[in-house]
C-alpha cells in the first residue's frame, strides 16, 4: 500500500515538474514555475515520510535552491520589463520633446511672420494716412482755386459790366453833345438870316 502511494507521489511530483519546466520555458513565467516547484517539494517531502525506502526525487536544498533561483530569475525578468517600459517611456518623451520642439520653432516662425506682417501693415496704415493727408490738402487746394477762380470770374464780369455801362453812358453823352452842338448851329444860322 506504501508502495502503490508512493508510485503517486512520485508520478505526481514528475508531472509538476515538467509543467513547471514548461512554464519556465515556454512562458517565462518563472514565479508559476516556482509555485509548482514548491508544491512538488511539499510532495516530495510527502514522498519522503511515506516510502523511506523509495529515493525521493530530490535533496531538500536542491529544491529551495531551484526555487530561489527561479524567484530571482522572475525578478529579473520583472526589472528587465520595467527597464523596457521605462526606455519605451523615454523614447515617448523623447519623441514628445522633438515635437515640442517643433512646435516652438514654428510658433517662433509664424510670431516672426505675424511681427513683420504687423510691421508691414503699419508702413501701409502710414503710408495710407499720408496719401489721405495729401488727397484732402489736393482736394482743400482744388476747391480753394475754384473758389478763387470763381471770385475772379466774378469780379471780370463786374468789371466788364462796368467798362460796357461806362462806354454806353459815354456814348448816349456824346450823342447829346452832338444834339446840342447842332442845335445851336441852327439857331445860329436862323439868327444870321433875319
Known sequence: MALDRSGHYVAFVLCLTYVAIWYIIYKSDYLTGALLFGMAYLF???????ADQIKAMGSRDGYL???ILLLLLQNLKDKTHRNSLLEARLEEIGTLHTEISELRATAESN?????????????KHIENERLTIDLVTAKNETTRSKEKACTDRK?????????ERHKRLAASR??????????????????TSF
Open 174 to 191: 456824346g450823342a447829346d453833345l452832338q444834339e446840342s452842338e447842332a442845335g445851336h448851329s441852327d439857331g445860329r444860322l436862323r439868327s
Open 65 to 67: 535552491e531551484f526555487i
Open 44 to 50: 516530495d517531502l510527502r514522498l519522503r515520510k511515506h
Open 111 to 123: 510670431a516672426k511672420l505675424d511681427s513683420d506682417r504687423i510691421k508691414e501693415l503699419s508702413k
Open 155 to 163: 469780379l471780370a464780369n463786374e468789371k466788364l459790366f462796368s467798362m
